[in-house]
């Protein structure tokens, strides 16, 4: 079952600097809806089904939308100059995004939590990193 997303009228944003200050706003501004969500659990909800489903319920979710976005990217793959695989790829990215976030918000993982997790990464090589967790 697809969901309709809230779509942003922003104006088009000139530099990368500007876009990529925009991409973080309204990802912040997706995670705070969810709090919210979780919150107040408003009647008629989507987020507020997913919640009282429990981690089990998100869980399947964010499996199911990490299947559709890999069979996306791969139509995508194979025709990476058709617009409408680049669309549904970019529409699967979302809806996997919002089912993490709403995965993080059930357990109370705040949005700065996982930027900190991501920027404690940085400067650290993936291959490094990975071989320390095997390690231990």
Do not use: C, W
């Amino acid at each position: 079952m697809k969901k309709k997303m809230d779509s942003d009228s922003s104006p088009a944003l000139g530099s990368a600097e500007e876009s990529s200050r925009s991409a973080s706003s309204t990802l912040h501004q997706l995670m705070e809806t969810i709090v919210q969500r979780k919150r107040e659990l408003p009647e008629g909800s989507y987020t507020t089904q997913l919640f009282r489903g429990g981690n089990s319920r998100i869980s399947d979710k964010v499996a199911e939308e990490s299947r559709e976005l890999l069979e996306a990217a791969s139509q995508f793959d194979q025709s990476p100059e058709d617009t409408e695989a680049r669309a549904h790829f970019l529409y699967e990215s979302g809806d996997l995004l919002y089912h993490m976030f709403v995965l993080l918000g059930y357990h109370n993982v705040s949005l700065e939590e996982l930027e900190g997790e991501i920027r404690r990464r940085f400067g650290t090589s993936g291959l490094a990193e990975k071989a320390a967790r095997s390690s231990k």
